[in-house]
């Protein structure tokens, strides 16, 4: 049955990474990694570990109900979307996607279908001056996407959400053709608490020509279990969960459905807290029996997951969360910082956008279950320059020693994923002849720079 299972999840993977290899060329990783931020967001920090950063704009923040007109750049509490949020982080180089949150009259507000009763033109307005002040047309130039609500999943009438994206599609579209318009979290698979379903709510002419983003969020939820709480995560690659098929099963439905579409994974993350603060966690936590991960476990997995979605024809993916306050709660502890002090997490993402950043994914080295994972890479601007990342694809904390074949050039530098301020770990390795290395490989990546030039 495993054996079943890998050759059916391998059949999937290859559809999934050989999809549009040929019709574009993939992201370099500084044009792929980014970081969910909020008002909050510091953003000469966050520029260390990425160029991306997408934002949780509440509805609710910028008008007081449902009609009024916004008063851009002002919110009805008096933040400045532009000088107090968005200027700063377009000044420090950020690519702002928008998420246009309903919130406060979304799918939590019980009377959520009678403040929309009669809103259509409403959402067109709102569309349209939303693009025309924050769109790349405009003199403010802050950001370069919208995304019409985050997760209003089975929740959220559907009937209701299309009306609803169908005219501030059309408003945001003639406010700023320019603007990439995106779906909220969708998946192909029946609409749950979370996401809509791909098929029921954006397949037909009409919505299709109306996004340019299928968005996607992904955690990696073990299969419920007696007494294991319902939030418990595992690691990326393992083949029990749906982690990294949700994503797949995306990819094929807009290879057959959406060819011109892009796919950005907008949510992805877990949570790590303190050793003394998930001890004395209380409440629903405790009653569910839920853990996080640890420090290191957490910066393991944002980067192998990295690696997994630059393996697939995806064209952005962003990293659920930018900062927490060490609470023991899902969601709650998912920050890269930890009151804006860097995690372990913070270094190994900045590790990796350093590496890689001028780098896009070229190919599957080898993919083994349980055993290892290795991706090439190579440099946009100088393809004689490789770099292989690999890593042991488990949960387990393990290491073993491993001979690394068929390099295609001379290894330049070896480094393990890094960890702390100090920088990346060294890495020891003896050559194995002209074209191999020896070395321990664990569950943190490991990055060997090469030269293609003739050995």
Known sequence: MRIYRALMALTVFLAAHAAGAEDKPRPLLKDFVGLNGHFTFKP???RQ??????????????????????????CVNKVNWKNDVYGKWAAEGFDIDICAQFSGFGRGNPKYKELWQGKETWAYAYGYDMARYFGPSGSEKLCGSI??????????????YETIFANMARGIRDGDPKIKIATCAV????????????????????????????NVHTYAIKPQREGQSPWERSYPEDPDIDYLKIVDEVIQ????????????????????????????????SKTLNWTGVTDLQQAQYLVRSLLCFA????????IYYYNDSDQPTVHAASGLTRNFQPKMSFWAVKHLYDMLGEYRFRQVVKKEENNLDIDEFAHGANENLLVWALWSPTGT??????????LPGAPLKVERMATSESGPEGVEWEPIGARAIRLKVSESPIYVLMD???I
């Open 44 to 46: 000469e920090l966050y």
């Open 49 to 74: 570990v990425c160029g991306l950063v997408r934002s949780y704009h509440n509805m609710d923040w910028d008008v007081k109900q449902l009609g009024d007109k916004p008063i851009f750049p002002l």
């Open 147 to 160: 995304e019409i609500d985050n997760e209003p999943g089975n929740q959220f009438d559907d009937e209701l």
């Open 187 to 214: 998946r192909t698979r029946q609409a749950d608490a979370y996401s809509k379903q791909l098929k029921e709510t954006f397949s037909s002419p009409a919505i299709k020509n109306l996004y340019d983003i299928i």
């Open 253 to 284: 439905w807009r290879d057959q459905s959406a060819k011109d579409k892009e796919i950005w994974i907008t949510e992805f993350g877990w949570d790590a807290c303190t050793d003394a603060v998930m001890k004395d966690r209380t409440g629903g």
């Open 311 to 318: 393996e697939r024809d995806i064209d952005r993916a962003y």
């Open 397 to 406: 904390n393990r290491e073993q020693r491993m001979t690394i074949e068929g």
């Open 452 to 454: 293609k030039s003739p």
